[in-house]
């Protein structure tokens, strides 16, 4: 299984891939399916009319767990 961080910055969130699957993490209900393609969007730079988006791409970073660990902790 593989699993991969990510700091969406203009958001502050923490999502993260598993398996293929984005998740976003929810201070009050922890990890959740990412049902509005928030990180897929960054991660494919779709703005709403193409893929590939710089822009859209800037304003995600891959993380370690432990960054994402203490991100959360931080919340």
């Known amino acids: 299984m593989e699993v991969s961080y ?4 203009d958001l502050n969130r923490i999502g993260k891939e598993e398996d293929y699957v ?11 399916v990412d049902r509005s393609n ?6 494919f730079g779709y703005d709403g ?3 590939g988006s710089t822009d859209m791409q800037d304003r995600i ?15």
């Open 22 to 32: 984005p998740y976003l993490y929810d201070p009050q209900n922890g990890w959740a």
């Open 49 to 51: 009319d193409q893929i």
């Open 61 to 75: 970073k891959e993380i370690t767990q432990t960054e994402a660990e203490e991100l959360i902790n931080a919340l």
């Open 38 to 43: 928030i990180l897929s969007d960054r991660l």
């Open 6 to 9: 990510y700091h969406i910055t």
